[in-house]
Each structure stands twice: as structure tokens, then as C-alpha cells.
């Protein structure tokens, strides 16, 4: 595990002319008892340090919440502790730690609320406006946070996943990453000693009404029939929310069993499709979604997972092939259940030909099969993000499907050796720009507590995260494209345009674009996102000679 500085902050170095520079710098490195640690120079060379500085408050500004459901916010914000936190204009029901920065509560009404949040600590302070909307949308801008897969396959367990959750809490939370989620079969007690996609007829854990519930082997605090309302309980502490993936359908082993569904006079025989199994996990036989006892079923589970405080579900098993029934079904259950709770459909390709359905009935869905770190699968996700478009918008999200950076595969599971990710530095830089143009959820498949000072810096950087988060929640537009090259462009709320130039090509390649291209006139201002550094009036035509794999992220701000 590497040990970084307390919520990091990242700036480009600069000469100190003036002594209050100095003194400023001064008073970082005495109050905070750490040094200033240099990191390696990144793709242009410039000089970066790491610095705890005055506070920042970083994007989004605009949370969604369900009428009458509770909410759970962390104000994104860097900078040296300690922080100290204020807001005006609180709604009825709404509550403020002004020591931690979380919002919680419940909001009776529908509206847009506009709160005041202020900042400070010993080196500055910021406020910002917070938009809280309730109403019938939640994931208002696309979620970010961790998922176990990528490294842990179907074998986390609970001191594993605090572990994580304790590094985002303090690293990544900061900068908005703020998601948990427990992946894929963590109902299994012998998931180490099983295939990764489980045994025929093995044994799995299940209350009485044929719902799934955590192995207290593998998660103590589910013990007793708790589920995971413990482990959501100490997540939510830690201002985080918390997700859980789930397999679709019902459990083969209630319906041999025939057990009751909760709430309801139906078995599980009345709801089960025994000719609708996962072609890949042996544990569920699908559901009539659009019969009674089908609903019945999905109300149990999300009844039961609204009351262990989940945040977030993952439905795997769902989009492909599509199965619209079952969506109807899920999608009914969480309105009902008393929760804000987003809904993820997995795997991809989603059939375009269902965009219309998905985007009413989901929040997120992936675009994409499994993702993983090799450059054909990035290549692939230009031609997919582009057919998509037009289904983006605040609370749906076509998904890209996690971020394979970091520490991936322990042990060689779920795919693959035991690796660092296999992208590259540039195909890293393309694959998170990508992403944030879209823009797409940003789940991270790392394990956590392994990251170097590297890919933390990826992570983290305030303003490329800030065009995926942006509230206008507007999808980005191919300007040009084909096998060699592609341009993006995306009008951001407050009129700025990001503009994402990609070589596609496995050698290095010149790439340009003219202002007309971009449909700007007048006067613009050019900054690189990246570098975070200013490059001046945007002339009549940009060229940038970009590495293989590797990208260009700029802002263009009109000037008066």
C-alpha cells in the first residue's frame, strides 16, 4: 500500500516571485507535517508536485434525490485539513454535518432547492450553489465510484471491501468518487474453492422467502440475517454510498424448494421462467417479469435491499439479450421501495433497437461487453459511444463500462494474470477522456489501497472529472472520425466547449482541427485539461502531433 498525502490536490509548479508565495508555501508544509513529494514528469514534461492547499469544491452542483426518499451527499472538496463546512438555505427535512460536509434527510415535496455551501480551513475559503432536485430523476450526472470485479472477482469479503472503502474516503471522495459497490456472488460461502461463475446446485445463502443475502463467512456483519445493512451503515458514515451487484431472476434453489414470496401469496414456482437460465451462472432461473407474481418477487427484493440501505444495484444477466419484462419489473420495485436507488444494467452490447425502452426504465446500461485493459476493446468503445448519443442525458447514461486501471485480477482471477493494467500511460489519458466526454459512469476496477502515484493522479484531476460531472448533462458529438483518428467536441452549462482529439493509430500522428469544425466564432480561449495550463487565443486551426493510442483534452472558454 502506498502512502500518499492527506486529499491530494495537484497543480502545475510554478516560479514563487513574492514572498507571501513563499510563506504559503511554508505554512502547507508545517501545518500539514508532510514535505512537498515531487512526481515523475508526465507526457509533456512539465513539473508536478502534490500540494494541500485552500479548499476546493469540485463538481457536481446538482444532486437528484426521489420525493420522499433519503438522501445521502458528501461535498466534494480538496484541501488541507481540517475542513471546516457551513450551508444556508437548508430545506425542511434536510440536514447538514457541518464537520463532515454530508448532506442528509428527506424531502417531502418535488423541487429545486439552491443551498449555499462555504469552505474553509487555514489557508482559504470557497462557497459554491448545490442544486438539490427531487422529484422523479435520480443520477442527475453519471456515478462515480469502485467496483470489486476487475480485482476481486466473486471472492471479496467484507475487510476487503472497507479496506477500499477507507482509501476512497480519503483519497478519491474528495474529488467526487463516492459509489461502493460489492460485485457478483457475494452470496456464495465457497466462492474461493468454486469456479468463478459458481457450481450447479451448490449451496448459497438465502433467507426464507428465497432472497439472496451475504455468506457471514466472507462478510461477519451480515450475520444473524442482518444482510448488509451493517456494512451500508459504515459506509454511509463515511459519507459513501453503497452498491451491490446482483445476478437476474430468482434462485434456482428456492424454486426447488417452492419457498413463499414475501408480501405476497405467490411461490417462487409462480414467478420463475425455468426456460429463461443465465447461459454463463448456474444460479438463477429467470422470472415473468410481466405477471403478478413476478412483480411480487422483484417488490421482496428491493423491499429487502431498501432496508439494508443500498444505494445502487447492478442487474447482470439483463441487457443482452434484452430482457424488457424483467427491467419493467425491477424498475417498478425500486419506485416503490422507499429508496433512491440507481439502476445499472449489465452486460453489454445493449440492442440499440431497445435505447427507447432502456433509457425510461434504467439509469445506466452498458454499451459494451466486459471491458478490459487492451487497446482493441478502447478502440471498439469510439464506434459504440457514437451510436448512443442520443440517448444521453441527466438520469440515463449509456455506460462504457468500468475503468481496468491500477492493480487488476487477484490471483489471476476473475480474467487474466495477476497484472498492473496493460494500458499504457497514453491509452489511459484516451480511455478517461473518452469517458468524461461521453460522459459516462466512472467505476473504477482497481484495488484501491494498490495504487501507485500515478494512476492517483489520473484519478484525481479536478478538471477532467468536472467534464463528466458537469449539470448540463449534455452528450458529447463526433466532429470527425474514421480508423486513424477521431474528434469530439461537447458543450459544457456554463457555454465552455471540450474538445477530445484522439489518435487512433498505433504510431504517432498529427491531429487538427479548424475552428469552423467546431461550429466557434469570435475570440476563444484555449487550456489544457491535462496539463492544466493555459495555451492562449485559439487559432483558425489547432494541430497537436499526438503519441499512439494517446489524446488531446482541451477547453475552449469564449472571451469578450
Not at 106 to 134: A, D, Q, R
Not at 216 to 230: L, M
Not at 395 to 424: C, E, I, K, N, Q
Not at 478 to 498: F, H, Q, Y
Request: net charge neutral; proline share 8%; aromatic share 10%.
Amino acid at each position: 500500500m502506498h502512502d500518499h498525502p492527506p486529499l491530494i490536490e495537484y497543480y502545475e509548479s510554478k516560479p514563487m516571485k513574492h514572498f507571501s508565495q513563499i510563506a504559503a508555501m511554508l505554512a502547507v508544509i508545517l501545518y500539514s507535517g508532510s514535505s512537498i513529494t515531487p512526481l515523475s514528469a508526465d507526457d509533456s514534461g512539465g513539473n508536478t508536485h502534490i500540494i494541500a492547499g485552500a479548499p476546493q469544491i469540485h463538481p457536481p452542483d446538482v444532486i437528484g434525490v426521489y420525493t420522499g426518499t433519503p438522501l445521502l451527499w458528501s461535498i466534494p472538496v480538496s484541501g488541507l485539513l481540517p475542513l471546516h463546512f457551513s450551508a444556508d438555505k437548508l430545506p425542511h427535512g434536510i440536514g447538514f454535518n457541518r464537520r463532515t460536509g454530508v448532506f442528509t434527510g428527506t424531502l417531502k415535496h418535488p423541487g429545486n432547492y439552491l443551498v449555499t455551501v462555504k469552505v474553509s480551513n487555514k489557508l482559504g475559503s470557497t462557497k459554491e450553489s448545490i442544486h438539490i432536485v427531487t422529484g422523479t430523476k435520480i443520477a442527475l450526472t453519471p456515478p462515480m465510484g469502485w467496483n470489486s470485479y476487475d480485482y476481486y472477482g466473486d471472492r471479496v469479503d467484507e475487510a476487503e471491501v472497507l479496506a477500499n472503502a477507507k482509501y476512497m474516503k480519503k483519497y478519491l471522495l474528495p474529488y467526487g468518487w463516492n459509489t461502493v459497490v460489492v460485485d457478483y456472488r457475494w452470496y456464495d460461502p465457497n466462492a474461493a474453492a468454486e469456479p468463478d461463475s459458481g457450481a450447479p446446485g451448490e449451496k448459497l445463502c438465502m433467507d426464507r422467502y428465497g432472497r439472496l443475502l451475504p455468506a457471514p463467512n466472507r462478510f461477519p456483519s451480515a450475520a444473524n440475517g442482518k444482510g448488509f445493512q451493517r456494512l451500508a451503515n459504515k459506509l454511509h458514515k463515511m459519507g459513501l454510498r453503497f452498491g451491490i451487484h446482483i445476478m437476474r431472476g430468482i434462485p434456482r434453489e428456492a424454486v426447488a424448494e417452492n419457498l413463499p414470496i414475501q408480501g405476497s401469496n405467490f411461490h417462487a414456482r409462480d414467478a420463475a421462467n425455468t426456460a429463461d437460465n443465465c447461459s454463463w451462472c448456474p444460479d438463477m432461473y429467470g422470472v415473468k417479469g410481466n405477471t403478478p407474481a413476478g412483480h411480487a418477487y422483484y417488490n421482496s427484493l428491493f423491499r429487502l435491499y431498501a432496508s439494508w440501505g443500498v444505494d445502487y444495484v447492478k442487474m447482470d444477466d439483463t441487457s443482452q439479450p434484452y430482457h424488457r419484462d424483467e427491467i419493467d419489473a425491477a424498475h417498478s420495485a425500486i419506485l416503490a421501495c422507499g429508496r433512491s436507488i440507481v439502476y445499472s444494467l449489465s452486460p453489454g452490447e445493449t440492442p440499440i433497437q431497445d435505447a427507447a425502452h432502456v433509457e425510461k426504465h434504467a439509469n445506466l446500461w452498458r454499451v459494451s461487453g466486459d471491458f478490459w485493459d487492451n487497446w482493441g476493446s478502447l478502440n471498439h468503445e469510439f464506434d459504440l459511444a457514437a451510436m448512443w448519443q442520443p440517448y444521453v442525458a441527466p438520469g440515463h447514461w449509456p455506460d462504457a463500462d468500468m475503468l481496468p486501471l491500477g492493480h487488476l485480477s487477484m490471483g489471476g482471477r476473475p480474467v487474466g494474470p495477476d497484472r498492473t493494467t496493460r494500458f499504457t500511460h497514453n491509452e489511459q489519458y484516451t480511455l478517461l477522456s473518452l469517458w468524461c466526454m461521453l460522459p459516462s459512469p466512472l467505476m473504477v476496477g482497481a484495488n484501491l489501497p494498490d495504487n501507485d502515484p500515478w494512476t492517483i493522479k489520473l484519478l484525481t484531476n479536478p478538471e477532467v472529472l468536472a467534464v463528466d460531472q458537469d449539470g448540463g448533462g449534455t452528450a458529447a458529438e463526433v466532429v470527425s472520425t474514421d480508423a486513424n483518428s477521431a474528434i469530439w467536441k461537447r458543450t459544457l452549462e456554463d457555454g465552455s466547449l471540450v474538445v477530445g482529439m484522439f489518435n487512433r493509430q498505433d504510431t504517432p500522428q498529427t491531429v487538427s482541427c479548424s475552428k469552423s469544425a467546431l461550429g466557434l466564432h469570435g475570440n476563444w480561449e484555449v487550456r489544457n485539461l491535462w496539463k492544466r495550463k493555459n495555451l492562449g487565443s485559439m487559432p483558425q486551426t489547432i494541430s497537436y502531433e499526438i503519441p499512439a493510442h494517446g489524446c488531446v483534452l482541451l477547453k475552449m472558454s469564449k472571451l469578450n
